[in-house]
Nanobody, 121 residues
Framework: QVQLVESGGGLVQPGGSLRLSCAAS????????MGWYRQAPGKERELVAG????????NYADSVKGRFTISRDYVMNTVFLQMDSLKPEDTAVYYC??????????????WGQGTQVTVSS
């Protein structure tokens, strides 16, 4: 089991920045991948950024490339999402995700409770 607790959301003006944090209840060494998803009202949940914990390889949605950066801290067992140059269309609930590869069974997937990000003037 992994509990994920997000923080750092809030209201910010267009062009501003926020940093989201996702704290895991266990060592992230035991997790294969972590990522940030978002869901805006009336839209499906979409992947924003992902990271392979051991190798630190990252991937991003085209809409956030060059503006968002995902990173991890082994000591804090935390994954971060630095969001710069925010746009109104970035407004959504952001969810942290952790995936542990299953052996002979489906992967174990865990979600945080979500944190609201609102970009508005």
């Amino acid at each position: 089991q992994v509990q994920l607790v997000e923080s750092g959301g809030g209201l910010v003006q267009p062009g501003g920045s926020l940093r989201l944090s996702c704290a895991a209840s266990r060592s992230i060494f035991s997790i294969n991948t972590m990522g940030w998803y978002r869901q805006a009202p009336g839209k499906e949940r979409e992947l924003v950024a992902g990271i392979i914990i051991s190798g630190s390889k990252t991937n991003y949605a085209d809409s956030v490339k060059g503006r968002f950066t995902i990173s991890r801290d082994y000591v804090m067992n935390t994954v971060f999402l630095q969001m710069d140059s925010l746009k109104p269309e970035d407004t959504a609930v952001y969810y942290c995700n952790a995936r542990i590869q299953g052996v002979g069974v489906p992967d174990y997937v865990y979600w945080g409770q979500g944190t609201q990000v609102t970009v508005s003037s």
